[in-house]
């Protein structure tokens, strides 16, 4: 999954990213000075500051795996697709569905995504929140990404994101925990979306994307119905379904495989 989230990025970097004025590159500890003052005037504060960037180094085997990737994707859809979505995975994400069938509910009467693209999305990310959330702490990795120069604006915006989830109490500095980009969660959200699509669904006053099923499932269905997804219709390739779930991954054969994925849960 996460080449293919980097190839999003990538696509998205130059539409997405934010208008920020640390300069990339030169010495680090001068960058993170500068993204103090971008924070601070963000809302952040200096002590949510000083806890996330005090003693902070570049991370180089970031950097190393950044310029490992492919921005390519060259597998058929028969060949990627089977080694995603298997009996045992179909199988887990029938039982994820029973077992939330409550839940579920009340997420499509207020969203508006039918049950089965929600759990083909955790089903496909974080093997239903029981796999790899990803080993890397979120904010060095982001702040070694933003310092690079080949997409600084992009990253210097998830990094500020990133802040602010600490700044709001969504998650402690310790649990910003996620994957090679800075995915957090049981369903990968850049710290981005995570700002912008985050849902309190279990009501304790914070969203929390690593550990409450609720607020992971409750803020994907949010990201899909504010870009267009429709209850009740086709989510299939050339469908607009198919076109709304591009915020999530502007991979066609990602996408097809959650569509495919999500009819198989239902018995299609």
């Not at 293919?4 to 001068?30: E, H, I, K, M, Y």
């Not at 990404?145 to 992009?154: F, K, V």
């Not at 949010?222 to 198919?242: D, I, Q, R």
Request: hydrophobic letters at 40%.
């Amino acid at each position: 999954m996460l080449k293919l989230r980097l190839a999003a990025l990538f696509v998205a970097s130059l539409a997405a990213a934010p208008a920020l004025a640390a300069r990339c590159g030169g010495d680090f500890n001068s960058f993170l000075a500068s993204m103090s003052t971008e924070a601070e005037g963000a809302g952040v504060s200096q002590e949510v500051i000083s806890q996330a960037f005090g003693g902070l180094q570049e991370d180089q085997a970031v950097l190393a795996f950044d310029r490992r990737q492919r921005y390519t994707f060259n597998k058929s859809f028969e060949q990627y697709v089977s080694t995603r979505v298997g009996t045992g995975r179909i199988n887990g994400g029938r039982a994820m569905l029973q077992r939330n069938a409550a839940l579920l509910s009340r997420i499509e009467q207020r969203f508006g995504v039918p049950r089965q693209i929600l759990v083909a999305i955790w089903g496909l990310e974080t093997d239903f929140g029981r796999g790899d959330m990803g080993r890397q702490p979120v904010i060095r990795t982001l702040a070694t990404l933003a310092h690079d120069c080949r997409r600084s604006e992009l990253f210097q915006g998830e990094l500020l994101a990133a802040l602010q989830i600490v700044q709001r109490g969504d998650l402690p500095l310790r649990e910003m925990i996620g994957a090679g980009a800075g995915e957090i969660g049981q369903t990968q959200f850049l710290p981005s979306s995570y700002i912008k699509y985050g849902v309190d669904f279990d009501g304790d006053g914070r969203v929390d994307l690593r550990h409450s099923v609720p607020d992971v499932l409750a803020s994907t269905a949010n990201l899909l119905h504010t870009n267009g997804f429709k209850m009740g219709a086709p989510y299939g390739e050339g469908s607009e379904n198919f076109e709304a779930m591009r915020e999530w991954n502007h991979a066609e054969i990602y996408r097809k495989t959650i569509a495919y994925f999500a009819d198989q849960l239902v018995g299609r």
